[in-house]
């Protein structure tokens, strides 16, 4: 079957740097995207590791790790609007097309 | 005007209703899913469907249906709601890289 784990919480300080873990296990895995979700919002893409290795999109990164079903979300210069949920999400099937996401970690951002 | 549209945002119904919501979209977008959000939670994929003539069911699609009408909307029916289908409800097209794009979610109570 396919599950995803990912931290239910983490806190940290606005300005710091905050790593979000996700390990995976599916089958006909395609690759690992990350999407934001502020509360009583919509999910929106983040971002989307397809080879192993660090993609970088401004203050946030992502990095995958296919041999460890491995992949984490980085988020530098933490600013007060990136609390939110974030979750992973993995594509699956031909194409990655089908994409099954996890519980979601809530990030809280202290001033 | 929004990408991805979703009507009612907003639904209390009586256990054993039939109901249906619907998703448009204007991005051209072959691919369309419809997912469940509980509260905390991430989100569930309930049917998706790769093109009109193309519907899948996803991980928790007992009691539910869709009807891919055309290219630009998917509805997702219920046809006797219970009290734990009360949930937030998404609609999400996805482009030929994968990334999905979401609407603004319908929020309905089974009472």
């Known amino acids: 079957g396919q599950s995803l784990e990912q931290p239910s919480e983490v806190t940290a300080v606005e300005g710091a740097i905050v790593q979000i873990n996700c390990t995976y296990q599916?089958?006909?895995?395609?690759?690992l995207s990350w999407y934001q979700q502020h509360d009583g919002g919509a999910p929106t893409f983040l971002s989307y590791?397809?080879?192993?290795g660090l993609e970088e999109t401004g203050r946030f990164s992502s990095f995958l790790s296919r041999s460890d079903s491995y992949g984490y979300l980085l988020l530098q210069e933490l600013q007060m609007k990136d609390s939110a949920s974030y979750f992973c999400?993995?594509?699956?099937?031909?194409?990655?097309?089908?994409?099954?996401f996890g519980a979601g970690t809530r990030l809280f951002v202290k001033a | 005007d929004a990408d991805v549209t979703q009507t009612p945002r907003n639904r209390i119904t009586k256990t054993g209703k039939r109901i249906m919501l619907e998703c448009s979209q204007t991005?051209?977008?072959?691919?369309m899913y419809w997912y469940r959000q509980d509260p905390g939670l991430g989100l569930q994929l309930i049917y998706y469907?790769?093109?009109?003539?193309?519907?899948n069911k996803g991980e928790i699609s007992d009691g539910y249906s869709v009807s891919r009408q055309a290219q630009a909307k998917f509805s997702l029916s219920l046809e006797s709601a219970i009290p734990n289908q009360t949930a937030l409800y998404f609609c999400?097209?996805?482009?030929?890289?994968?990334?999905?794009?979401f609407g603004p979610g319908t929020r309905l109570t089974v009472l």
């Open positions: 999400a097209t996805s482009d030929p890289g994968g990334e999905q794009f």
């Open positions: 590791n397809g080879l192993d």
């Open positions: 469907s790769f093109d009109v003539k193309d519907i």
């Open positions: 999400a993995v594509r699956e099937g031909t194409g990655g097309f089908k994409t099954i």
């Open positions: 991005k051209g977008h072959d691919r």
């Open positions: 599916t089958s006909g895995f395609y690759g």
